[in-house]
């Protein structure tokens, strides 16, 4: 009997131990992070363009529906102030729909400091949670500090 008990106790603990690897192994990551200790003057030199604007409209951008992640929301900012870069007095934001794939959500009515990459010729440029795009109430953008530059990829999303 006591070795029925024992068999019982030990397969019963091998089920849950099994059960909780697989629920560890399985659950949803996060594919996106940001490098720790990157700083605002780091995160300026590395943008192409930095202003301060607010949004005023926002949509989804639907793309190739036999990609997943690749929606992204277009956010339309009215310029106010431009640090870094040329951009249009109108410029649409964009930045992935997903959180795992380093997106960010910017809200209608309120101003941001933008910090943005890309060509701005076409009125569009990105920009993602590990940026530094932050709202503009902070004030304005620290440019330089004793860190200086960096030219290490703030954001990593996997490889398909």
């Known amino acids: 009997m006591a070795r029925l008990r024992l068999f019982a106790h030990t397969a019963g603990v091998l089920t849950a131990t099994a059960t909780l690897i697989a629920a560890v192994l399985t659950s949803p990551a996060s594919a996106c992070s940001c490098v720790p200790g990157?700083?605002?003057?780091?995160?300026?030199?590395?943008a192409n363009h930095v202003f301060s604007g607010t949004v005023v409209a926002s949509?989804?951008?639907?793309?190739?529906?036999?990609t997943v992640g690749d929606d992204r929301y277009r956010y339309r900012v009215e310029v106010?102030?431009?640090y870094k870069g040329d951009v249009p007095p109108m410029v649409d934001v964009l930045t992935s729909v997903h959180s795992s794939t380093c997106?960010?959500?910017?809200?209608?009515g309120t101003e941001y400091l933008v910090f943005a990459f890309g060509d701005s010729s076409d009125a569009r440029v990105d920009t993602h949670s590990c940026s530094g795009t932050r709202h503009?109430?902070?004030?304005?953008?620290?440019s330089q500090g004793p860190t200086g530059s960096s030219t290490t990829p703030t954001c990593s999303t996997?490889?398909?």
């Open 38 to 46: 990157d700083t605002e003057p780091q995160r300026y030199q590395r």
């Open 59 to 66: 949509e989804t951008e639907a793309n190739d529906p036999s």
């Open 80 to 82: 106010d102030v431009e």
């Open 103 to 108: 997106g960010t959500t910017l809200a209608v």
């Open 136 to 142: 503009a109430s902070g004030g304005p953008p620290t």
């Open 158 to 160: 996997p490889t398909p």
